[in-house]
């Protein structure tokens, strides 16, 4: 029997990798399966490797088409009704697998024919779980509730996009500085709103402007990120990262993959950063010049760049301003059992990176290096000047607090068992990749990622280890925040997060000893009733994101699912 990890080769899928790709016409059920497969399943699944959800190679040897058809549509049916497979992965992935109901019988057995046609022609076998077992483990204490609530409001409503997979939708929100009160949200499908009076109008569409561009498949595949110049209200100028099609474009950290890792079940990706300039500053809608700042390559479509971020500082002297924070995931490198790929200084993957947009002395001549960088001055050739901190999975959010001194925070989404808050110091190494940490735990990332235990002393020794972490008994995977300093007396000094899953919306006391490092819940309130994100949306899956607006002191709930920005009006103990 060959291999299990054998995968498919790059051209396989990759005709399929463009978003919205056609189906008409196509008279094989596999090859209709096939593009159907890698819209809607590769976000999560692989056919030979764990991802987000398991592997989908053989599944059709223990699962008739018509109960796949019901786990697809409905997986939380299969679940109620106990069915000891759906049980037994719920155990290892701890999330349950959003419903595409969307996808009608005649679709289904497409997917069902091209898994079928694949895994028979790589021998794949259905992977084997263990029908009872433990339900929940608490690897750290558990998250406190408390009488704290606040009470949300619906403040604006961004369109859904055609041809929107239950991924894609609403991930970021930031203030436009030329206006108190107006908004920029961005979509991954490639457009950024603005909302003012909560009218929403479209501020840049990038859909048609690059060829290449690539929203589906991959949790985030799309518009990454935006962030704005801190003089943007006078020079009009932003920065955007957005996936493409690979095609072999020169990048800065082509190396990063090495020739002997073979291709995944989706291609890798071309990452860019864009810089983009307003030619008239005061417009509401774009109108101006861009330029390709760099380019970076991921080894899969997981876990790219989800955000870039200028640190809030307004003096020109500080030596953070104008300077840009890039987080760079580990590209699906722990999947490919490569953790050797990611989280060192001589690799982007796995990092937050710090540069100088406007400056010329980077790899490619148009960025820059900034020379407190902790690795500027080091004459070793392999390693990254740019980077800032590495070892992270997943650095979903960064944001500053000022309040004592400059702390910067980061985020880092887990893979199956610690959602992590961490203290972002420079030069400081964080655990995931190379070195097998997730959180405080150590991965067996040679054999299974799923499969932890506590890390001894002398693993944790090298690595900063988290301010705050949770596992997957509270949650599936963080999304970072902001330390509220606003209008509401009892969210101060308060890390304010929350669990994309779950919708649980979180916090953390961020005084000035930093003393206590246990997460809490907040109540949501609504109507004076307690609620919950997901109940406020009618969705099976939170897609939770936060926003906030450091000038009126706005604290904003997003989802995808239903496209809705809601503000905290109110906070109070119950």
């Known amino acids: 029997m060959r291999p299990l990890n054998r995968r498919l080769s790059l051209p396989v899928l990759a005709a399929g990798l463009l978003a919205g790709a056609s189906l008409h016409g196509q008279d094989n059920p596999a090859e209709t399966g096939r593009a159907l497969f890698t819209?809607?399943?590769?976000?999560?699944?692989?056919?030979?490797?764990?991802?987000?959800?398991?592997?989908?190679?053989?599944?059709?040897?223990?699962?008739?088409?018509?109960?796949?058809?019901?786990?697809?549509?409905?997986?939380?049916?299969?679940?109620?009704?106990?069915?000891?497979?759906?049980?037994?992965?719920?155990?290892?992935?701890?999330?349950?697998?959003?419903?595409?109901?969307?996808?009608?019988?005649?679709?289904?057995?497409?997917?069902?024919?091209?898994?079928?046609?694949?895994?028979?022609?790589?021998?794949?076998?259905?992977?084997?779980?263990?029908?009872?077992?433990?339900?929940?483990?608490?690897?750290?204490?558990?998250?406190?509730?408390?009488?704290?609530?606040?009470?949300?409001?619906?403040?604006?409503?961004?369109?859904?996009?055609?041809?929107?997979?239950?991924?894609?939708?609403?991930?970021?929100?930031?203030?436009?500085?030329?206006?108190?009160?107006?908004?920029?949200?961005?979509?991954?499908?490639?457009?950024?709103?603005?909302?003012?009076?909560?009218?929403?109008?479209?501020?840049l569409d990038m859909r048609g402007m690059f060829t290449d561009f690539v929203w589906d498949p991959g949790v985030a595949t799309g518009l990454g990120s935006f962030a704005l110049d801190p003089a943007f209200a006078r020079n009009g100028r932003?920065?955007?990262?957005?996936?493409?099609?690979?095609?072999?474009?020169?990048?800065?950290?082509?190396?990063?993959?090495?020739a002997d890792v073979p291709p995944g079940l989706?291609?890798?990706?071309?990452?860019?950063?864009t810089e983009w300039r307003l030619a008239d500053p005061a417009s509401p809608s774009f109108a101006g010049t861009h330029r390709e700042v760099l380019r970076f390559v991921t080894p899969t479509t997981a876990h790219a760049s989800q955000e870039i971020a200028f640190a809030p500082v307004a003096d020109p002297r500080d030596p953070d301003f104008g300077l840009l924070y890039i987080g760079i995931g580990d590209g699906g490198s722990v999947n490919l059992k490569r953790p050797d790929m990611a989280g060192h200084p001589r690799t982007l993957l796995g990092s937050i990176i710090r540069i100088d947009p406007v400056g010329h002395d980077g790899a490619n001549g148009r960025y820059g290096i900034p020379a407190d960088n902790p690795f500027a001055r080091s004459r070793?050739?392999?390693?990254?000047?740019?980077?800032?901190?590495?070892?992270?999975?997943?650095?979903?959010?960064?944001?500053?607090?000022?309040a004592h001194g400059k702390r910067m925070i980061a985020v880092d989404i887990g893979e199956s068992n610690a959602e992590e808050v961490n203290l972002i110091e420079r030069g400081g190494a964080y655990g995931w990749g190379v070195g097998l940490l997730e959180g405080t735990l150590h991965i067996e990332a040679a054999t299974d990622a799923k499969a932890v235990r506590p890390a001894t002393a002398a693993e944790l020794a090298p690595c900063r280890p988290p301010f705050g972490e949770y596992d997957h008994t509270d949650g599936a995977a963080i999304t970072g925040g902001y330390v509220y300093r606003g209008p509401l007396a009892a969210l101060r000094d308060k890390y304010i997060f929350g669990d994309i899953v779950t919708g649980r919306l979180l916090y953390m006391n961020m005084g000035a000893d930093l003393s206590d490092h246990t997460i809490y819940e907040l109540n949501i309130v609504?109507?004076?009733?307690?609620?919950?994100?997901?109940?406020?949306?009618?969705?099976?899956?939170?897609?939770?994101?936060?926003?906030?607006?450091?000038?009126?002191?706005?604290?904003?709930?997003?989802?995808?699912?239903?496209?809705m920005v809601r503000r905290v009006i109110a906070a109070y103990q119950r």
């Open 380 to 402: 070793d050739p392999g390693i990254r000047k740019e980077i800032w901190a590495y070892g992270f999975r997943n650095p979903h959010r960064m944001s500053w607090d000022l």
């Open 266 to 273: 989706t291609p890798p990706l071309e990452w860019v950063l």
């Open 39 to 203: 819209q809607h399943c590769a976000t999560c699944h692989s056919l030979a490797q764990d991802g987000i959800g398991p592997p989908l190679g053989g599944v059709t040897d223990v699962l008739s088409e018509s109960q796949m058809l019901q786990w697809i549509q409905d997986p939380q049916k299969v679940l109620a009704n106990g069915d000891p497979r759906a049980t037994a992965l719920l155990v290892r992935y701890k999330a349950p697998m959003p419903a595409f109901a969307a996808l009608d019988g005649a679709q289904v057995a497409a997917i069902r024919a091209f898994i079928a046609q694949q895994s028979g022609a790589l021998h794949l076998v259905p992977l084997a779980v263990v029908a009872k077992g433990p339900t929940a483990r608490h690897w750290f204490p558990p998250v406190q509730k408390t009488g704290l609530s606040v009470e949300v409001e619906d403040y604006a409503e961004i369109p859904r996009l055609p041809n929107r997979t239950p991924y894609k939708g609403i991930t970021l929100l930031r203030p436009d500085p030329r206006q108190d009160g107006a908004l920029l949200v961005c979509d991954l499908m490639g457009v950024i709103y603005r909302v003012t009076d909560r009218k929403v109008s479209v501020f």
């Open 238 to 258: 932003f920065y955007t990262t957005h996936a493409e099609r690979f095609r072999g474009t020169s990048a800065i950290n082509s190396a990063d993959i090495p």
């Open 526 to 563: 609504r109507g004076g009733t307690v609620t919950g994100v997901k109940e406020l949306g009618h969705l099976d899956r939170a897609h939770l994101r936060i926003g906030y607006d450091d000038r009126t002191g706005d604290l904003f709930l997003m989802t995808k699912g239903d496209g």
